[in-house]
């Protein structure tokens, strides 16, 4: 099956409110913040605005509606994304859609989250029933224990080495000493990443992220509008997304991108190896070796080797979460799943700025999300081309 | 393992009794009611047959509502394991680091299980499911074999409510059970049985047989008296890590028997308000000792009749006043949640004594009591039977409570 292009419509105005690693804000003031900083950068006010999507886990006891009442918003297109870290890719392509059916003339995407003393242990322990009932009472690790159980199986499978997803964190950690915004900032070597202490082995300190407060926000518009408003903007090539791809599988070892990615690539009438960047989303180093293989950039299993033996920074041949990525960056709630998204509408438009990739013009994005009980749901991946107004 | 741990210094803070996470949806509740009993129940659907974890509303194979759980073959694998070293809960916090690892069952589903210390990654496991110390169930994957190094694993010992190096009391000496409930503990490895006797100064013909167990001593308890509690509680509650209430007033008849309450009153201040007093008296400061290390406190034991669940004509006082208890039973037991310290219910058949002669067999043999309560604190299961008449009054009420209550006024052919 083939999905119909997204011609017409295209992205703009990415907006990234500085992450802060705890705040007394709650995620109102962050989604609303980064909301202005879109539509400022698009020179809209609000009244521009006439779809929305949100995407928070900390927004309670508000949802969507409430917020637009917070917000003083009107609207004719209002979505509520909550699938965590694959919400960049799925919020474009959803609000893509709207603008293309003439649904809403302008979507504003938007992601945040707070993060306050103690909320991180509030949220794991109530994340979803299924890890209420089956997996947070067994050690109360999180996701760190949930994604360790899932390295060590992939690690046994594939012979993937710590070595190789080291390589990735430290790579980050060099990309984000150009991104001032990034919370971590300090040298990172791979000796130091090995000898970290043990979080939930076989992942130690450098493998996980920082859950921090933050917000994110891009426009979706035509793109006549885009050019009426002389934004530089990218196209959208294409866009997929799937829920729960292979329950059978004992232990996660892929993702719903191994069935999409023909459809992606077929889309977006390019290869893997046409594109100048990727994001993945980097909750853990694994996943990014999974969504690099998933995707097709090399063999099943190859992913973690296959990323080790190249040069993962701003100027390197695989430029990778060139903005750090949530590794080095913090992961500020659902806002991480929109963090590889705004990074790379800024690289494919020229406006990255430290973290630039000389000559960007297209990039992968790609997202994963809800660790509802023993693997990851959400998976989603997008294909854009920046035009220079 | 096998000796005490050293004495705990005075000056240090008893560790305070933190819940692990206790909230489970409804259907995982239903996992918790089965490893009440000692069981390893998973959801099967009754239209496709597959079987799922973790608990669902809906069949995830067919869409089906006719789940059902059910004993499920506890074989499998582990095929990931993990050291969890940090975590923001402050019950595991104190346990770190906590050993984990995904589980692929025979059956079909995998799962996430705590892991025994001689278990890994690649090695054959059996998952049992254990209470906790918020009262509910985890699954906790196992060796294939048993034996006592499977006890003495410091996750085993959390995950149940073994009498190895506790100390217990047996609150009624005299019970027809209690020398051999005593005899049992130590052999299971009790570091000391405190043996209540009311009227301590009379005659006791087995005083000798519970001395020559060694590790015993007895105490002056009078349930019916609050000062005889009090001051035992003063004395000892602090080293009680189970208690067994076993004081019980049984006078066969039916409510129409007798012309006053005299009896009917006894059994009540025997086990109704005995228990109310025993729990006031040893309660709070068994809670209070609920995650005090090796030996912490860990269960407080209820030897009920089964009449508590299923009415006997034969025994009507016996019947309420176990009913009562049981109701009190369940109360403490929430009450106890998130200490460490377990309530566990033993329905007992009719004993093998003179209150019972004119009861048909098969009747429980005090020794046959006294195994099946050990097996309880030792397994860790919170609801058990004694006997093969409790045992099969349990499974009709089980079934279907309001049937098996009818059919015990007779009436009904076998």
């Not at chain 2, 006053?260 to 201040?269: G, K, N, S, W």
């Amino acid at each position: 099956m083939r999905t119909a292009p997204y011609e017409g419509v295209v992205v703009t105005a990415p907006f990234t409110v500085p992450y802060v690693r705890f705040s007394p804000r709650p995620a109102q003031y962050w989604i609303g913040a980064a909301l202005r900083g879109a539509l400022a950068a698009a020179g809209l006010g609000p009244r521009d605005v006439d779809g929305l999507t949100v995407s928070s886990f900390t927004l309670f006891p508000d949802t969507a509606p409430g917020l637009t009442d917070h917000l003083g918003l009107t609207l004719n297109y209002l979505d509520t994304v909550t699938v965590g870290g694959a919400c960049g890719a799925v919020a474009l392509r959803r609000a893509a859609r709207a603008v293309q059916a003439g649904e809403a003339e302008v979507v504003a995407c938007t992601a945040g989250d707070a993060n306050g003393i103690d909320s991180f242990r509030r949220l794991l322990q109530s994340f979803s029933r299924f890890a209420m009932d089956a997996s947070y009472p067994y050690g109360a690790g999180g996701p760190n224990a949930v994604f360790a159980l899932l390295t060590d199986h992939y690690m046994q499978k594939y012979g993937a080495a710590r070595e190789d997803f080291g390589r990735i964190a430290v790579a980050q950690r060099d990309n984000a000493r150009r991104n001032p915004q990034a919370l971590m900032r300090g040298r990172l070597t791979l000796e130091d990443y090995l000898n970290a202490r043990m979080i939930s082995d076989p992942l130690g300190l450098f493998d996980c992220v920082m859950p921090c407060a933050g917000g994110e926000a891009f426009l979706v518009m035509t793109e006549d509008r885009a050019r009426s408003l002389n934004l530089p903007f990218a196209r959208i090539l294409s866009a997929v997304e799937r829920h729960n791809a292979f329950p059978e599988d004992s232990v996660q070892y892929r993702g719903g991108w191994a069935e999409n990615a023909g459809r992606l690539w077929d889309g977006a009438g390019i290869g893997p190896g046409d594109v100048d960047l990727v994001q993945t989303y980097d909750d853990y180093p694994v996943i990014c070796a999974m969504q690099v293989e998933d995707l097709g950039f090399c063999a099943k299993g190859e992913g973690a080797r296959f990323m080790a033996a190249r040069d993962m920074t701003v100027t390197g041949d695989f430029p990778h979460n060139t903005s750090g990525g949530q590794l080095s960056g913090g992961q500020a709630g659902a806002a991480g799943g929109f963090l590889g998204m705004t990074e790379a509408i800024r690289q494919v438009t020229n406006r990255a700025g430290p973290t630039q990739v000389p000559g960007a013009r297209r990039a992968l994005v790609s997202g994963f999300g809800m660790v509802n009980f023993d693997r990851g749901i959400c998976t989603a991946a997008a294909v854009i081309e920046g035009v220079q107004a | 393992m096998n000796r005490l741990p050293p004495k705990k210094n005075p000056l240090k803070r008893t560790q305070v009794p933190v819940s692990p996470p206790g909230m489970r949806s409804r259907a995982a509740t239903a996992m918790t009611v089965a490893a009440a009993e000692g069981r390893f129940a998973l959801q099967h659907c009754g239209e496709c047959g597959a079987v799922q974890y973790p608990p669902r509303e809906l069949c995830r194979g067919c869409l089906s509502d006719a789940l059902e759980w059910r004993d499920t073959d506890p074989s499998g694998a582990v095929i990931a394991e993990t050291t969890t070293r940090v975590t923001p809960d402050t019950y595991f916090r104190g346990l770190m680091p906590v050993r984990i690892a995904t589980v692929l069952l025979d059956a079909g589903p995998s799962l996430i299980a705590r892991l025994h210390g001689a278990v890994g990654r690649g090695d054959r496991v059996r998952v049992a499911a254990r209470i906790d110390a918020a009262g509910q169930a985890i699954l906790l994957a196992l060796p294939e074999q048993e034996g006592t190094e499977v006890r003495d694993d410091p996750t085993v010992r959390e995950l149940s409510t073994d009498p190895r190096l506790r100390r217990v009391l047996i609150v009624d000496g005299r019970a027809p059970e209690a020398l051999a409930l005593a005899r049992g503990l130590l052999e299971a490895g009790a570091a000391h049985v405190f043996v209540g006797l009311s009227e301590i100064w009379k005659p006791f013909a087995l005083r000798d047989q519970f001395v020559a167990l060694g590790a015993c001593s007895f105490v002056k308890l009078d349930v019916t008296d609050a000062d005889s509690v009090q001051d035992l509680a003063a004395e000892i509650g602090g080293k009680v890590e189970i208690l067994i209430d076993n004081a019980r007033f049984t006078r066969p008849g039916g409510v129409l028997g007798r012309a006053d309450t005299v009896f009917a009153r006894q059994e009540l201040e025997n086990g109704v308000l005995g228990m109310i007093r025993l729990a006031q008296g040893f309660g709070r400061a068994m809670q209070a000792r609920g995650q005090d290390g090796v030996n912490s406190a860990v269960a407080w034991v209820s030897i009920l009749p089964i009449g508590a669940l299923v009415p006997q004509m034969s025994h009507a006082m016996a019947s309420a006043s176990g009913a009562a208890v049981l109701a009190l039973s369940h109360a403490l037991r929430g009450e106890m949640r998130g200490s460490g310290v377990r309530v566990i219910n033993i329905y007992a058949g009719p004993v093998d004594d003179e209150w019972h002669q004119e009861l048909p067999q098969p009747k429980l043999a005090p020794k046959a009591l006294a195994q099946a309560v050990v097996k309880a604190l030792v397994e860790g299961r919170e609801e058990a039977t004694a006997g093969e008449v409790a045992r099969d009054l349990y499974a009709r009420w089980r079934e279907d409570p309001a049937l098996a209550i009818r059919e015990a006024l007779g009436g009904t052919t076998a």
